[in-house]
């Protein structure tokens, strides 16, 4: 594992912009774990359950397709997904102008840690627990999920900014997403952007479909300010970054992307780590996670096989990912790295 040292300049900028970027904080056999497994979620687009063309959705979508063909996925209810947009009448295509005709694939997948070692392993037992920790000011951490985006080239469609908080089943503000870049990555193939300070502008926004700023349905918070046509006003930062740094931000970081106009993928994982403030909450509108083992009630602490505890670990040395080889699920190919 990788030791890493925050700067003070590093945790008074994220506790500033709500967003701070650190580099060189993964090892090469790290991000080939995890492209390792990204190469078998993108074999799986149409076969997953959980997995997710939005560049494909999009395209269906717009072209009033009366039923969205997702293949195998289920985790959404795409058909009533795709009436709230079409009925939204500020609802428009967020689709970057590209001169070449390629169908990109923009991939959404979830929760691969439970599939794959090449993720537990990174989210885990990585310098990220505990950095995350110490961006969070916090007692203990557990580990909430991991989602997939790629976008592949020519992928036009943009990530619509949203914020995070109401996507998830939790009560509490600590909580920071880390931002994994596989590939370089710059503003031309879509690394995500930052409203600066957005954390701090004590308001929680309805969860969207990224392809679309319409709100989810059952959500019973006000939706994200169109910050796509009005960027000027917004204080926007983004990151040019190699594979082997992170972003992180906060939970109420509102934040988007843009398409992937160029001939190089963008492959990227995030992972979420809550602090021990956070609570259990059944929250109206927010994505019912797949494979729950142990559902919890609202107010619960995060106790729970589905919220592995990550950080302190119980002695420095031991290899969470070993510890949690034995209770995860084996209903999906699991992806093993070994160092060469």
């Not at 880390?178 to 957005?198: F, H």
């Not at 309805?206 to 349905?217: C, D, G, H, I, R």
Request: hydrophobic share 35%.
């Amino acid at each position: 594992m990788t030791k890493f040292e925050l700067t003070t300049d590093q945790k008074t900028e994220f506790e500033r912009d709500g967003v701070v970027c650190l580099r060189g904080v993964l090892t090469p056999t790290e991000i080939d774990s995890m492209r390792a497994v990204i190469d078998v979620q993108l074999e799986q687009v149409g076969k997953s359950p959980t997995g997710y063309d939005f560049e494909g959705i999009a395209r269906q979508l717009w072209q009033r397709s009366n039923t969205l063909d997702v293949g195998a996925a289920d985790r959404f209810e795409v058909d009533d997904l795709a009436a709230a947009i079409l009925s939204d009448p500020d609802a428009r295509p967020l689709m970057e102008n590209d001169d070449d005709d390629t169908d990109g694939v923009f991939l959404y997948e979830v929760a691969g840690w439970k599939h794959h070692r090449g993720i537990r392993e990174v989210a885990f037992d990585s310098a990220l627990p505990e950095l995350s920790a110490e961006l969070l000011d916090a007692n203990s951490l557990n580990f909430w999920e991991d989602t997939t985006f790629v976008k592949t080239p020519h992928t036009r469609q943009k990530t619509a900014f949203h914020q995070d908080l109401a996507y998830f089943q939790i009560e509490g503000d600590q909580c920071v997403i880390v931002w994994i870049p596989l590939d370089p990555a710059n503003e031309a193939n879509g690394v995500t952007r930052y409203i600066r300070g957005s954390h701090k502008w004590g308001e929680t926004y309805a969860p969207n479909m990224f392809v679309s700023q319409t709100l989810m349905p059952g959500s019973p918070h006000e939706k994200c300010p169109d910050i796509e046509a009005n960027e000027d006003d917004y204080d926007i930062v983004s990151f040019d970054v190699q594979p082997g740094d992170v972003i992180i931000h906060h939970v109420m970081t509102v934040h988007g992307a843009g398409g992937n106009t160029t001939d190089r993928p963008r492959r990227a994982i995030s992972f979420r780590y809550c602090g021990d403030q956070v609570r259990y909450y059944d929250r109206p509108g927010a994505i019912q996670q797949p494979g729950i083992k142990q559902p919890l009630q609202t107010g619960d602490r995060l106790f729970s096989q589905d919220y592995p505890h990550v950080w302190p670990k119980p002695w420095p040395s031991v290899s969470l990912a070993d510890l949690y080889d034995s209770t995860v699920s084996k209903t999906k190919p699991q992806v093993e790295h070994t160092a060469a």
